[in-house]
């Protein structure tokens, strides 16, 4: 109890909890870690998969950075008014299922909780790579480092919310600074003809430039706009009035990420940049821009620190996510549960396990796991998107034709992106979300449906209680005398009634022996002697169970098992292994209850 | 149970027990297998250290054997006076704790529970050295084969003993038989001069020929000695009058040990044969002398036959032994106790897991496993002897100068051998017995410790006992209103007395609801509520039970838990997270008990 204090902090009160509200600028350095981080691997992505044609094809990056960056501009107005809408918090899954029904909401809920585990880590998997780049004696580690940075982010979410904002500004703030430091010197270089490093040898192609190729550095690109529905969903933590506060910063980020992505794809461009295997592209700009100073060594933190804060958000997220299906019977009930300190431990938990298996799975490779992510975060925002749609011609109100078109321009956008990325990356490991997406929604429906059984069954509806509660015959098997066996007949007897003490002859002498004892000891309870011709203990006690069953139909039978607690782990090797056999004979016979009563042994 | 019925065979009653009685020729052959086994890698062993100085060093082998012969007759003697002292069967524990204390008896248990387990892991390891042999295409295997033996092993003896007499007679004859002809053909080739194969080419020394090497080979052989004792400890099974018909079979056993074992070595010498590592010595034997035909792999399946029987040996011994340590309070108690079908079963699952741990740690290799072996046994027979030695000197009796001058002369013969073994085998393993030794012996006392501390802490001596059972307060944390709870409610009810329901109020709007539904439902019962201002349940739940608990201080407290037991096993996910906690948070309160109460759903 002291250590878990200690490791996940004093829990919050309900009043507490709202009172924890963000200003502006917090919140955008808190929200917008997930969509910014994402420039810091986005632009390389592209790049890999141009490269496959040759350097002459590297050029095509600045179009597809272009249509991305209208992707942004699209789903930026499509969000804000998600957030006016549903000031609340309005998740693709809350969305999609008020708007289109069940069945798109599981799909976007599953699409969701498949994110989360990808965010933490793929952002980690980069967060990790922008430490190895600037130290490449860590390159071998970098799974481990990623373990560890999982195990921190997971204990802190533990610990809850609260600190975050405080924390979280920094790291983002220092990002951005830097990162639009390194662009605007390395475009004020290229403007004012500073000579560049010479230009790297030109790789010849392997593929031709077809307009799959194109398509699937689209897709690659399209991570770039991972995370950007993060504020919509985080509305309730931002300052009254919070729907326009929320807007407001919607656009500061939109115009932020739109500029870092577009700035590094001009100048890996105009650099002649390739990406390579040790070093992220992002490392290759900020290294060729400010020389490999101090201030690149900051660089490479501030987006190893947005990047780890990016992982954060997803468990912000994916445990609010989780108890909202739970409260609809999807997920198990538990989870929905407040833990301690506001913070929902089951999720956070799961979330952890999950992304350090994926991390162990793809050996910390952030270029593997990127097939993987988008499909999902563009499957849920066009699900979304198409929500919203329903949502204006559902409701109406003022000017819904024009926000209905808004609307529909993302789902649109978003849901073409989804089928081209989910085409081009299919073989790539997209394939593993398409199927595990149906899985979910199976065991999501699974789920409610035992719950659903489960109520009906223990529904009070058609039971007829007895009008006095049934009689109680109590039996507790001996195997001689102390005290514990002592202690618990004394419990036994205030249990009143049908009492009655069970032993097993295993040996004439010893029964006899056990006879005596029982004179002097056994208050006037019945001592019941069981032959047992296989000197077996357990099978003449069931068999007497079995028959006192019998004779009193539709009573209880209590079994009291006398049990003897060290104190020390080793020593329960030592005894307890018979009430162990019986209450494993007994655990799936109805009316029967098995009571321990334990004697706890002392040290010495 | 079925399954287990299946596996294991129907139970034996005490009376069947006393049956199982082995006429001399059957009793032979089932307490042969061990000693007379070990004649298979003895020799080998022997030649292995010899050849270190060279193919010349060789013919010291049969120096060595004849020694070992001695040693063979020296004990055998010993032994026969050890089945005439103590019919009822003269272990080396028994033998040692009645004569020399309670100190070397333990030493003697330590080395005999490791020794059982090395005979399970030598004796299938050679034996499947003998199929492999045969079939060098298994050799790879042979870790997977010896794993497949223990399993067969462990299966049948949880069965019971009584077939074994029966089918244990025949491979020990096809043994002797199979044997006995090669060496009868082999001698008789030498001897008429029968040209025998190209002797192969000689092997350059890498050791000079010293003392200690010729000490070393020594102590190898030794191993031929491991089992002899078996007859003494197995003395109750055979016919009336059990000790002379014990004592008999006990100098034919050692006859036929002397035999074998002597003219195998004789036979290696004038094949100039050397050990190899694809095939056993006895195996090259084998086909020097009787070609490579069927009478050749009749004589390598008896040898797997006679080697797996040894191992089986084993696991009459261990259990017999970990029972009467358990029995002396120095093993859990639970061994002692004798299973279904007379076996003892907790031993036999032990004795099989640490033999098949030996086994993979060695990878089936008889050579290596070695070295760990013979130490154990001759400071068994060491200790056992000099037990014998103090029972003359304490009993006397007719003719008993004469009976303790043999037992001495064992006891200085196998004390010696066991300080040469311990020295010259110290390097190659038998250091790893010298220190588990004293590790078993104290884990013995300790145990013993412990249980003679709980005997006194639940001993009725200084128990007061309250004049009437103390008054049981019953509390019944709940969540709302079901079947379960009702159940659980109607059970808690007839416990009679103090009766409180209990609900944590962690939402007003259904705290109401709760309310009314209890005026329906309740029966009576208060139902307490608890405020819960961080929306957790178990911590003012416990608090309560802590207030009560202060409150009625020498009462029983005791929490009934409704319980939903699902049908299917992962729907316990879904479920009873709670009470799980609970029962965690209570296990070590003193004077609370918990009472599930389960309410089965069904299947659907």
Chains 1, 2 share one sequence.
């Not at 028959?547 to 090797?573: D, S, Y």
Request: with cysteine; charged share 15%.
């Amino acid at each position: 109890m002291l250590l878990k204090r200690w490791l996940i902090g004093r829990p919050l009160t309900t009043a507490q909890a709202g009172h924890q509200r963000l200003a502006n600028p917090v919140a955008l350095a808190v929200f917008s870690s997930d969509p910014l981080s994402s420039v810091a691997y986005a632009t390389e992505e592209i790049l890999l998969v141009l490269v496959l044609a040759g350097t002459a094809a590297l050029h095509y990056s600045i179009g597809i950075s272009i249509v991305i960056v209208g992707l942004v501009a699209i789903l930026t107005a499509s969000y804000r008014q998600t957030i006016y809408a549903y000031p609340s918090g309005g998740g693709a899954y809350v969305v999609a299922k008020s708007n289109l029904g069940e069945a798109p909401g599981l799909v976007a809920a599953a699409a969701l909780l498949i994110d989360y585990v990808l965010t933490v880590a793929v952002s980690v998997a980069a967060g990790i790579a922008a430490i190895t780049s600037a130290v490449p004696e860590l390159h071998d580690h970098r799974v481990a480092l990623g373990l560890l940075a999982i195990a921190v982010l997971t204990l802190g979410n533990l610990r809850g919310v609260r600190e975050s904002g405080r924390i979280f500004a920094v790291p983002t703030y220092m990002f951005v600074g830097s990162l639009g430091l390194v662009i605007l010197v390395g475009l004020g270089r290229v403007l004012f003809g500073v000579p560049l490093e010479p230009p790297l040898p030109s790789v010849p192609a392997v593929e031709g430039l077809t307009l799959f190729l194109l398509l699937r550095a689209f897709s690659s690109g399209c991570t770039a706009l991972t995370g950007i529905e993060v504020i919509s969903n985080g509305v309730p933590a931002f300052r009254d009035p919070v729907s326009k506060n929320a807007a407001t910063t919607m656009i500061w980020m939109a115009a932020i990420l739109g500029s870092l992505f577009l700035g590094l794809t001009l100048l890996a461009h105009f650099y002649g940049l390739v990406p390579s295997e040790e070093e992220t592209l992002i490392s290759q700009i900020a290294r060729t821009s400010l020389g490999g100073g101090v201030l690149y060594y900051f660089m490479q933190l501030a987006t190893m620190l947005i990047l780890i804060l990016a992982a954060n958000t997803s468990y912000n997220g994916f445990p609010r996510l989780a108890s909202l299906l739970a409260r609809d019977s999807f997920l198990p009930h538990q989870m929905r549960n407040f833990g301690d300190r506001l913070a929902f431990s089951n999720g956070i938990l799961l979330l952890g396990a999950f992304a350090a298996l994926l991390l162990i799975v793809f050996r910390g490779d952030t270029h593997a796991l990127i097939p993987l992510y988008a499909v999902g975060v563009f499957l849920s925002f066009t699900l979304s998107q198409a929500g919203m749609v329903e949502h204006w011609r559902d409701r109406k109100g003022r000017g819904w034709r024009k926000k209905l078109v808004i609307n529909l321009t993302g789902a649109v956008a978003t849901g073409v992106a989804t089928v081209v990325l989910a085409m081009t990356k299919f073989t790539h490991g997209a394939w593993v979300v398409i199927i595990l997406i149906p899985i979910l929604i199976l065991m999501f429906r699974k789920i409610r449906w035992h719950y659903r059984i489960a109520a009906w069954q223990l529904s009070l509806d058609m039971y007829e209680r007895p009008p006095a509660p049934p009689r109680n015959t109590v039996v507790m098997p001996i195997s001689g005398v102390n005290r514990v066996v002592i202690i618990a007949l004394d419990y036994a007897r205030q249990m009143g009634q049908d009492i009655r003490a069970v032993y097993v002859d295993v040996d004439p002498e010893e029964t006899t022996r056990m006879k005596k004892d029982w004179e002097r000891w056994g208050a006037g309870v019945p001592l019941v002697i069981l032959p047992s011709p296989y000197r077996s203990f357990l099978e003449p006690f069931l068999a007497y169970l079995e028959e006192v069953r019998k004779q009193k139909p539709g009573e209880w039978l209590t079994v009291v098992l006398p049990e003897v607690l060290p104190a020390r782990w080793w020593e329960n090797l030592l005894h307890n292994q018979r009430p162990l056999l019986i209450k494993a004979a007994l655990l799936f016979k109805p009316r029967v209850i098995v009571t321990d009563v334990p004697y706890h042994l002392g040290l010495y």
